[in-house]
């Protein structure tokens, strides 16, 4: 990926940008995190997500906590919010600096993989349909690509 790709990220935005990203109108992205079910879908998402965590070799000594349950709560408040919900993950944490708060780990190619697969796994079973599914996947894979630290 681009340096250029990479500051194209909209990871730290509270909400979608309305230009330069997937099949999404800018009406139907301003009501995301609605039209997909809200609340219970993105805690859907997280929920099947850290199942393949936990039990992912790779994964699992990422989280220093004996239980997931802190990192998913962390995740879906985030999701959420970027997705048009509750600002939620903000009040609590501030300005998300996905990057830096990443940092500490080890973040390569091969644990991109195993989050994008663990990931890729939880946003099919939601069953969404087009253009939602695309768009959710979309950012999903080019953030877990930009959270690539190391070599």
């Given at each position: 990926?681009?340096?250029?790709q990479r500051a ?7 909400r979608?940008a309305?230009?330069g990203r ?7 992205e ?5 039209a ?5 879908t ?6 099947t997500?850290?199942?393949?965590v936990?039990t992912?070799p790779l994964?699992r000594?990422?989280y ?7 990192a998913?709560?962390r ?6 919010q970027y997705?048009?919900?509750?600002s939620t993950y903000?009040?609590a944490?501030g300005h ?9 780990f080890t973040?390569d190619?091969?644990?991109?993989d195993?989050?994008i697969k ?9 069953g969404?349909?087009?253009?939602h ?5 979309d ?5 877990a690509h930009?959270?690539?630290n190391t070599?």
């Amino acid at each position: 990926m681009s340096d250029q790709q990479r500051a194209d990220l909209p990871v730290t935005s509270s909400r979608p940008a309305g230009s330069g990203r997937s099949r999404v109108s800018d009406a139907e992205e301003t009501s995301f995190f609605l039209a997909v079910g809200g609340e219970p879908t993105f805690r859907r998402l997280v929920d099947t997500f850290y199942a393949g965590v936990a039990t992912d070799p790779l994964l699992r000594p990422m989280y220093p906590e004996e239980d997931l349950g802190p990192a998913a709560e962390r995740l879906t408040l985030f999701l959420m919010q970027y997705w048009g919900g509750p600002s939620t993950y903000s009040d609590a944490r501030g300005h998300p600096r996905l990057r830096m708060r990443h940092a500490p780990f080890t973040v390569d190619a091969a644990a991109r993989d195993a989050w994008i697969k663990h990931m890729r796994h939880a946003v099919d079973a939601l069953g969404l349909p087009e253009p939602h599914h695309s768009a959710l996947w979309d950012y999903l894979e080019r953030a877990a690509h930009f959270m690539v630290n190391t070599d």
